[in-house]
C-alpha cells in the first residue's frame, strides 16, 4: 500500500459540512446506517464480502485477501473503479470510507490513485465517524436547550425554519403525530442520529444562546432520539407558540390534506388519491382507542364525506370539520395534560411573530 496516500481524521468538519462521502461498506451495511451525502458505490457486493468472510474464518487473512483479489478484478474491478472516479471527479471535496478505515478503503484508495485519482481516506471509517456522532449528541445535550412547544397545528415548524433551529421531524422524515407519516420511509435509526449530529453541530456553530429544539416525545414515528438529548429536553425550558384554531386548523389542512395529496400524486400518479385516503384513514384507525368508539366513528364518518367530496369535485372544505374536532377533542386536551404534567419553565409566550422578535433579541444580546 502507499502509505503517502491522505488521511483525514477531520470527524467535526466532516460532519458538520455535510462532505460527501464515498462509502465502499456492502450494501448491507450502507442499509443498517450511512450519513446524508454518502453514496454507497462497495467495493464488493453482499454475496462477495459473505464469501471472504468465511474464508477469513477458516484459512485467515492472506487467504481472503486473495478471494477477494479474485472476486473483485477484471471487468468487474474496472467497473467499480470507474464509478468512484466518476464520483470522485464530481465530488473534489470529498472523501471515502469503509466500515473501520481498514483493508477495503486501503485497496480502494489504492485502485483509485492507480487510475489518477488521488483521494482522501477517513481514518477509521464508519466507526470512527459514528462515533464522533454519538459525542456531538451527548456533548449538545449538556448545552443550554430551549424547546418550542405549542398546540398541534400551531405551525411549530414552520416557526422552527425562520430561527436558528433543529428540526428534528425535518431529520426524521416524520411530523411526529398519528398522521404525522409521509409517504417516503423514515431514515434508520443510525442515519437519523448520525444526521442528527451534524445538525446540532451546525446550530452550535454560530454561538447561540440556546440550542433551540421542537419540543417532541421520545418517539417521532419509528425513529427514538437519543438518550442523553431526550433525558436533557426533559429539564429544558420552552418557549410556547399560541395561534387561534382558525389558523391551526388551516396548518393541518395545508400539512395533511393538500401536501400529502400532492406528495401522494407525485409518487403513485392516477393512485395518488387512493393512496391519500388511505392514509388518512389508517391514521385515524390508529388512534380509534384513544379517540373512543363514539368519538371515532362520528371523526372517521367526517373524514370519509370529506374524500368523498375531495374525489368528486376538488372542494376540500369539508376536512376543516373532522381536523377541527380532532384538535378540540383530541390532541388538545392531550397537549394540556402533557403541558402541566411536565411543568417546565417558560421563557416566552405568544405568536409566531411575538416569539421570533423575542428569539431575535436573544440573538443581539448573546
Known sequence: ????????????????????????????????????????LPLMSDTERAAIGTCYKQQGQQA?????????????????????RNFALAQPQGMLYCARGGLRSQISQQWLAEAGVVYPRVTGGFKALRQAAINAINYAATKPLLLLAGPTGSGKTRLLQQLNAVD???????????????????????????????????????EPAYLLLEDESLLIGQRT???????????????????????????????????????AVDLYGEQGFSEFSS?????????????GGALYQELNALLLQALSEQQRSGDISLHRSWIARLLCDYYDPMYLYQLQKRGLPVLMQGNATELLQWWQQQAETA
Not at 279 to 291: D, F, G, P, S, V
Open 279 to 291: 392514509m388518512l384513514q389508517q391514521a385515524m384507525a390508529r388512534i380509534r382507542k384513544r379517540l
Open 64 to 84: 481472503a485477501i486473495a478471494l477477494g483479489h479474485q472476486l473483485v478484478n477484471g471487468a468487474i474491478k474496472a467497473v467499480r473503479v470507474e464509478a468512484w
Open 225 to 263: 432520539l437519543p438518550p442523553s438529548l431526550y433525558q436533557a429536553m426533559q429539564q429544558s425550558p420552552q418557549l410556547l407558540l399560541q395561534e387561534p384554531l382558525s389558523e391551526r386548523i388551516e396548518v393541518i389542512l395545508q400539512d395533511y390534506i393538500i401536501d400529502l395529496r400532492q406528495e
Open 168 to 206: 428534528l421531524e425535518a431529520l426524521a422524515n416524520h411530523r411526529g403525530s398519528a398522521f404525522g407519516r409521509k409517504l417516503a420511509a423514515q431514515p434508520s435509526q443510525i442515519r437519523f442520529e448520525n444526521d442528527l449530529a451534524g445538525a446540532l453541530l451546525r446550530v452550535q456553530a454560530t
Open 1 to 40: 500500500m502507499n502509505i503517502n496516500l491522505p488521511l483525514s481524521e477531520n470527524y467535526h468538519d466532516i460532519l458538520c459540512q455535510q462532505i460527501p462521502l464515498l462509502d465502499l461498506r456492502a450494501p448491507l451495511e450502507f442499509a443498517r446506517g450511512a450519513f446524508s451525502g454518502s453514496v454507497n
